[in-house]
């Protein structure tokens, strides 16, 4: 079998741990496989380095900060391909770009737009372990480009794919995706399956285990991803594929909680056509995505409130741009409030059961919690709460769709 088993962050945080996983891979490689290593930076080496690069200028150019960053993975990878050799393995590192992941040049969120891994197939050939960073890549200029936050997944989905893997394992520190936050739920449980389309609901409403780029481009490929933990070899993890369920048929598959929104109200503008278009267009405009709208009913002097959320990271400049707009519009005022929280609850099973949606109003309802925003789509129904009833409503509508039982 060829295996692209791919390990995270907190997977590779210590010496002990690469040691450990330059074990497993070296026995995996003698039982006749043919393995792909690919690496994130060790533990929140990231972070560091994006902390030391605003502590030289807060506005670094993004392609030395690309190049900055890359430097994560870099070191990981060679210390990984040592672990290897020293077990008597011969494995090599290698960068994103020698992996032939090439990519536009988009500097901090570059999109794969063709894998080459001639170098990396030539390799495996001749017995040797690649050890790529994952996150990197380069773009027709020659440049070195980043993938995104959690870019290292995407990485290894994209080999898997080019080189048509017969695997592809994503190691973290959790055994797959759960029912929800298992810190926040206590009898939430690992999911033995997820179709790409749940995932990518999970992945885009905060559940970290998959960088949702990573799924997009899984879905699209066609790759088969096995998450799983690097601290239990025994459990098999979650498995992601485009079945859409062979379990039995649930409403919801998980319910996952996104903490990191604030909610920005356009208040008193003026209630005629055009007018929310020209609120999300300039949005739009300054790449800044908006998560749920919400327009309430005209009041008596024909005026309306426009509510939406984004990311708190894009917190201050969706303020500047909606008071821009409020000025422009001669709307009231602008409410800001990032103490807000979106529950979502998702599974294949919403399509087909047009009472999902009630009974996740009921539920929050019966748990005294006030509905501000609500969205949908086809597989997911979200609603926006006060961030101070959170917890308690991701662990109620956990048990209301009764996702703690273990026929998974
Ligand atoms: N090291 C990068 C990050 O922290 C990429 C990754 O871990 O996948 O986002
Ligand atoms: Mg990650």
């Known amino acids: 079998m060829r295996i692209v088993q791919k390990f995270g962050g907190s997977s590779v945080k210590s010496l002990e741990l690469i040691q450990a996983i330059a074990e497993r891979v070296v026995r995996t490689a003698s039982a006749g496989h043919e393995v792909v ?19 030289v200028d807060g506005q670094s150019s993004p392609d030395n900060l690309d190049f900055l960053l890359a430097t994560g993975e870099m070191t990981s990878a060679a210390l990984m391909a040592m672990a290897i050799n020293r077990l008597g393995r011969s494995a090599r590192a290698v960068m994103g770009s020698q992996a032939g992941i090439l990519t536009d040049g988009h500097f901090s969120e570059a999109r794969i737009l063709a894998v080459r ?29 980043t993938l995104g936050r959690g870019g290292s997944d995407l990485t290894a989905i994209a080999l898997a794919s080019a080189l048509k893997a017969d695997a592809c394992e994503i190691y973290s520190d959790v055994p797959g995706v759960f029912t929800a936050d298992p810190r926040i739920v206590a009898d939430a449980r690992a999911l033995s399956q997820l179709s790409y389309d749940e995932m990518m609901e999970l992945a885009s409403q905060g559940a970290q285990v998959l960088q949702t780029r990573a799924v997009l481009y899984a879905r699209q490929s066609g790759v088969a991803v096995q998450a799983r933990s690097t601290f239990d070899e025994h459990e098999p993890g979650t498995r992601i594929d485009e079945k859409q369920t062979s379990r039995a048929p649930r409403w919801v598959t998980a319910v996952a909680l996104d903490t990191h929104l604030t909610k920005i109200g356009l208040v008193g503008v003026p209630d005629r056509p055009g007018v929310a278009a020209l609120a999300l267009d300039r949005l739009a405009q300054e790449g800044i995505n908006i998560d749920l709208v919400f327009q309430a009913l005209s009041h008596d002097d024909l005026r309306a409130d426009i509510a939406l959320t984004v990311a708190d990271r894009d917190r201050e400049r969706a303020m500047a741009v909606s008071q821009e707009t409020l000025r422009a519009l001669g709307g009231r005022s602008l409410l800001v409030d990032g103490d807000i929280a979106k529950i979502s609850a998702v599974g294949a099973g919403v399509r087909n059961h047009p009472g999902v949606a009630a009974a996740m109003f009921r539920a929050l309802a019966d748990a005294g919690i006030n509905i501000q925003m609500i969205g949908t789509s086809e597989i997911k129904i979200s609603c926006i709460i006060a961030r101070s009833d959170a917890e308690r409503a991701l662990n109620h509508v956990h048990q209301v769709f009764e996702l703690n039982d273990s026929q998974g």
Do not use: C, K, N
């Not at 290593?37 to 502590?55: E, F």
């Not at 030539?122 to 480009?145: A, H, K, M, N, Y």
């Open 117 to 145: 891994p001639t170098t990396v197939e030539s390799w495996l050939g001749e017995g040797i372990i690649p050890v790529v960073t994952g996150f990197q890549g380069i773009s027709g200029e020659g440049r070195l480009t």
């Open 37 to 55: 290593v690919v690496v994130s930076a060790m533990g929140d080496a990231t972070d560091h380095l994006l902390d030391l690069a605003s502590q």
